[in-house]
């Protein structure tokens, strides 16, 4: 490269994990494990997005617990917290702020028809708060406070992507080139992985505790709870999501904890029964994924000063991205500033 050689600026990725609980499987592989590839070809920012776990109830000193486990997790994965911004949400003031200017541009219709929110309040009947229904406006606000090009994601937050596009071309509409108009980015394989007691449903760490791998489970828990996975009556090994759900979840686990195609899965599995598939899987995930990052996680983890210099530097790089953008909203939308 010469000394006049002028570089483009990186594009940005935002996404986002609730610290509910340890990352499951499916968070992993449709999330975490992708976020990882993108690190030296994107400016990313992963965020824990502990604002938006609180439209559950939470207990405090658990929450502020699993807030910190899920930065060393991060780290136990492969995600380096000098290339990348690893913070907390609630740590840059910058996401409440245009929250509330994009809850203004945002139609009680659009929320209204969001999925994750008939789901939440169906399960959470008790707690059908405000926030659980503007949950997606405050997603808008994480990924456009920072000119986010791509929004890494699994299947599941494909509506949540397009409402935030749609309240940036809003936007944009009346204040011109405000915002930038993210992507999504979501995997060809391992977008949705499946419950293990439900398989037609997507594996969540909310649900019951053997419907779902956590990657904090024991090594025998694992294998345990592959053993049981529900499946069905014929005795073929195919993939096919809509006739043998159980299977084709199966088949997609081993090919992304093996990094092979879902052919080469497929292929490999001819001619043998469930039993034998079950524990190939389980102890595919121990051996790739489970043991790997608990080994790291537990060097991480014990050195909190370490995380917490993370925690602080990392907010003041989003704050200084986040700031640019937020200025301009203000600025736009008639604030004095
Ligand atoms: N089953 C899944 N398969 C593939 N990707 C998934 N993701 C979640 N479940 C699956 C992706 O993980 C990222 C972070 O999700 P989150 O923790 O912010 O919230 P979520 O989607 O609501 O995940 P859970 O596990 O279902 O959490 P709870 O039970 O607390 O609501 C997202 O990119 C998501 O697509």
Request: charged share 25%; aromatic share 8%; with cysteine.
């Amino acid at each position: 490269m010469t000394e006049n050689t002028v570089t483009a600026p990186k594009k940005i990725i935002f996404s986002g994990m609730q610290p509910t609980g340890y990352p499951t499987l499916g968070n992993y592989l449709g999330a975490i494990k992708n976020w990882g590839a993108l690190q030296e070809e994107y400016d990313c920012l992963y965020c824990i997005v502990d604002m938006h776990a609180i439209t559950v109830r939470q207990d405090p000193a658990q929450l502020r617990k699993n807030a910190k486990n899920l930065l060393a997790l991060f780290i136990a994965c492969g995600l380096d917290p000098e290339e990348n911004i690893l913070y907390m949400q609630s740590q840059y003031h910058g996401h409440a702020e245009l929250s509330w200017i994009l809850n203004c541009y945002t139609y009680m219709g659009e929320l209204g028809r969001m999925t994750q929110f008939k789901e939440k309040s169906a399960k959470n009947e008790a707690n059908i708060n405000t926030g659980l229904f503007t949950y997606p406006v405050l997603m808008a606000a994480d990924i456009l406070l920072f000119g986010t090009a791509l929004v890494p994601v699994g299947d599941d937050q494909r509506q949540h992507l397009e409402l935030s596009r749609d309240v940036a071309m809003r936007f944009n509409n009346i204040y011109g080139d405000v915002f930038t108009v993210p992507e999504a980015y979501i995997p060809k394989s391992g977008a949705r992985i499946m419950s293990l007691t439900e398989p037609t449903r997507k594996m969540s760490k909310s649900d019951e505790e053997n419907s779902y791998v956590s990657l904090m489970d024991a090594p025998d828990a694992v294998i345990r709870k592959f053993k049981r996975a529900v499946t069905d009556s014929d005795m073929e090994i195919r993939y096919d999501q809509a006739e043998k759900p159980g299977i084709s979840n199966l088949l997609e686990i081993y090919a992304n904890a093996c990094g092979i195609s879902i052919d080469a899965a497929v292929a490999e599995f001819e001619g043998k029964g469930y039993g034998h598939l079950k524990t190939t899987v389980g102890e595919a995930v121990v051996g790739n994924i489970i043991e790997p990052v608990q080994g790291r996680f537990a060097e991480i983890s014990k050195d909190a000063a370490y995380l917490d210099e993370i925690m602080k530097k990392n907010a003041q790089r989003a704050a200084q991205i986040g700031e640019r953008v937020l200025k301009k909203v203000k600025k736009k939308v008639g604030f004095v500033v």
